[in-house]
């Protein structure tokens, strides 16, 4: 996952053990869970708004409107006769395209004029477009008489990096103006210590009656019945890129419906006989298409917000991977994306070697000072095997050719950074050791400080060679032998499918743990193998590198009372050492990583199996805030008539954890899409007792698409096409 850990973000010496506080955690000052947060995002800006659609009433939250990693304002207030207004009801549109908030007067008193509350109906709608935050209150009253009422807004703007809303401590900060720059309008100035100016422009309609730096004051004369608009922009503007200025609230509405239609217009889409599961999906289709940025080589599904609204490798990879069945273009974006920031030389400071792949990249002001090292940053150890596979899962999911010839440099250069710079010591596996002191101490998806070590609970020293890393390694080389076969690199494709197969026997020697039933967690620097029983095991069935009958044993570990919560499959079965259900890495349960143990337990025929884990995550979304499968949640033993405990500052929406809806529906539909055979196959195909029925539209193969209704009997699935286009055949496999 992104680069953080969950604690306190102070920069600290470096130490050893379990209890040391990683550089970069998240200091929980408070927690996400405490209050129901609504959030917006728009290519790199987003917004954390309360219920009400203000932001930063409370102190020290992650409130704010962001862009670029920066806060551009930290404090939105609506105030009516100086009181806040009272909830009824706030949702965010189920296109995501803006958020809806209605609220209402409390008992109040105008002069000497009382005025009771539920009178005064405020409908508060907010979206963003292009770095500006619109918003339209519509005011009416529902009252005997005519009044007049004030309303006031209150602002003000922090400038903080991301990183200092995380919790790190700055010893320095630039300069903040606020001035009034005109009747309607107030500008906030922040010139940081990397000289770039970041300006804040608010601006109001109508005139208010009364403006400072501070706070607008607009009055409102109603009728009986009568309603009136009030309307607002927040602008962020950083002169380091370039901007366009505001439209109006209704042409930007129009903009941001349209630009969701357009992204959304080709995909396949899915409905079922559970309404519960119909809002999952929706939801989890809007988060996923939220979250992804245009740029200029695609779309990009950013990891998540509030924390990681930026481009980070291995979250955009497994989204695409997750998301490749419905929309293959999620993964040609991600493919040109990481494929133009490769790194191309050592820079040890950003954990850098030639063919790398990107872990993250940060535009704020920490990273342009490299007070953090992530303005481009590489520490991770399974980006780039992941590029690999993707990219070969890509090549036979649509046959694009074209793109892989395009990359194919990459491609290359990505599988010379395995052997000459992964595999450390030669010895055929693939280790991680952070170059300087101030990157990553852990490289893998659990990056947290805690997460790698021994059954007795001690760390791990030295270079570490982690399970999955591994199984992603034996399945980038597989997959590139596919693709150098394609292009006419017959001897290359010959020479990877043979190292490839050395990796998994050697994978079996080292890795394999017959007293736990399952695989290794790690190795550590002197090939001492991890007796840890994790879920990073059951990735080594998502790449295809376990033994058919291992890949048995090491479900029933993960499916066991140890490993299962009953909500999903925990990161760390319970009764290890660093076991805790509220740690981030160390037994806590993450979608994103039930969905790839499910699809590689549908891999080996397990797909009942896979069917539980889908059971158990689809259980767990019914209870989260409109049906919303958060970054991760705790690992508590599931109870009778108790929902799942949520993590603290768990990212929601996040892109991997949405995505890991369609992936787990993938895996138990055992549905393949295969360009070259021209084939939609439904393998062996198993429905959980939630489902009685799914229906599939638009399922794109090459030119061909199709409409698939399937339907359980007990425990068989049958398929009909409803409709077919092309020439692509539909088979379902027993």
């Known amino acids: 996952m992104p680069e953080t850990n969950r604690a306190s973000a102070q920069i600290a010496p470096a130490q050893s053990g379990p209890n040391l506080w990683s550089e970069y955690e998240i200091e929980a000052k408070t927690s996400l869970t405490d209050r129901v947060l609504r959030n917006l995002k728009h290519g790199d800006a987003f917004a954390v708004m309360d219920a009400h659609g203000d932001i930063g009433t409370v102190s020290e ?30 949702a965010v549109h189920e296109d995501k395209a803006a958020l809806s908030v209605e609220l209402t007067n409390p008992d109040l008193r105008i002069g000497d004029v009382r005025l009771p509350r539920d009178t005064i109906f405020l409908h508060r709608t907010k979206l963003l477009w292009r770095a500006v935050c619109y918003e339209r209150i519509n005011v009416r009253n529902f009252g005997p008489v005519p009044l007049k009422l004030r309303i006031d807004l209150l602002f003000g703007a922090d400038y903080h990096d991301m990183f200092e809303v995380r919790g790190t401590q700055r010893l320095q900060r630039g300069a903040s103006t606020a001035e009034v720059i005109g009747p309607d309008r107030v500008e906030f100035c922040y010139i940081g210590l990397d000289q770039i100016e970041r300006r804040t ?92 940025t245009w740029g200029e080589h695609g779309p990009y599904p950013y990891a998540g917000i509030p924390w990681f609204n930026t481009v980070f490798g291995r979250d955009g990879i497994i989204t695409a991977m997750l998301m ?86 990459n491609i290359c250069s990505a599988l010379r950074w395995l052997d000459d710079y992964g595999d450390r010591d030669g010895d055929g596996f693939i280790e991680y050791a952070r170059a300087r002191q101030s990157g990553l101490a852990n490289q893998g998806w659990k990056d947290s400080h805690d997460a790698v070590f021994h059954a007795d609970g001690s760390d791990a020293p030295g270079a570490i060679a982690l399970c999955e890393v591994q199984a992603y390694a034996y399945a980038a080389k597989q ?34 743990c017959e007293e736990l039933g399952t695989y290794a967690l790690a190795l550590d620097g002197s090939k001492r193998p991890c007796l840890v029983s994790a879920s990073n095991a059951g990735h080594a069935l998502f790449a295809g590198i376990a033994a058919p009958d291992r890949a048995k044993r090491v479900a029933a570990n993960l499916l066991a009372p140890a490993g299962c919560s009953g909500w999903g499959i925990r990161t760390l079965a319970m009764g290890e050492p660093r076991y805790n259900p509220m740690s981030y890495h160390n037994g806590s349960v993450w979608p994103h990583d039930n969905a790839l143990i499910a699809i ?135």
């Open 201 to 292: 422009i608010i601006e109001a309609s109508p005139v208010p009656v009364v403006i400072d730096r501070h706070r607008m004051t607009m009055e409102v004369e109603l009728g009986c019945d009568e309603q009136r608009s009030l309307f607002l922009t927040v602008s962020c503007l950083d002169v380091a890129e370039k901007s366009l200025p505001p439209v109006n609230f209704f042409a930007a509405y129009r903009e941001t419906r349209r630009a969701r239609r357009g992204a959304t217009a080709q995909i396949a889409t899915v409905t079922t006989s559970s309404h519960a599961f119909n809002e999952m999906l929706c939801r989890a289709k809007s988060d996923v298409y939220t979250l992804i």
């Open 324 to 409: 490749l069945w419905i929309d293959p273009e999620i993964a040609r974006g991600v493919l040109r994306t990481l494929a133009a920031t490769q790194a191309p030389l050592v820079d040890p400071d950003a954990d850098a070697q030639p063919g790398k792949i990107l872990h993250e990249m940060r535009h704020g002001e920490m990273a342009r000072l490299r007070e953090v090292p992530f303005g481009r940053y590489y520490g991770t150890i399974d980006a780039t095997p992941l590029f690999l596979m993707l990219a070969g899962q890509y090549l036979e999911r649509t046959g694009d050719l074209a793109t892989i010839q395009a990359i194919w440099p």
């Open 61 to 90: 939250t992650a409130e704010g409107l962001f862009y670029r990693d920066t806060r551009f304002l930290s404090l939105l207030e609506l105030r009516v006769e100086g009181k806040r207004p009272l909830l009824l009801s706030s």
């Open 479 to 512: 997959h590139a032998s596919v693709m150098a076969r394609r292009l006419g690199h017959t001897d290359m494709a010959s020479r990877l499918t043979n190292e490839a197969e050395r990796l998994r026997g050697n994978f079996e020697s080292a890795f394999w």
């Open 600 to 734: 590689g337990l549908g891999r080996y025929g397990l797909r009942t199996e896979a069917s539980r884990v889908f059971s158990a995550i689809f259980d767990a979304g019914r209870h989260q805030d409109m049906s919303r499968l958060p970054e991760l949640f705790c690992g508590f033993t599931r109870k009778p008539h108790r929902a799942p405990t949520p993590y603290p500052v768990a990212c929601a929406p996040q892109a991997w954890s949405a995505a890991a809806v369609f992936g787990l529906l993938g895996a138990c539909l055992g549905l393949e899409l295969k360009h070259e055979e021209d084939e939609i196959e439904f393998h062996e195909p198993v429905m959980p007792d939630f489902l009685d029925e799914v229906v599939i539209r638009n399922l794109r193969l090459g030119a061909s698409r199709a409409d698939v209704r399937l339907h359980r009997y007990g425990s068989d699935v049958t398929a009909n096409v409803l409709s077919r286009d092309g020439s692509a055949k539909i088979l379902i496999s027993k």
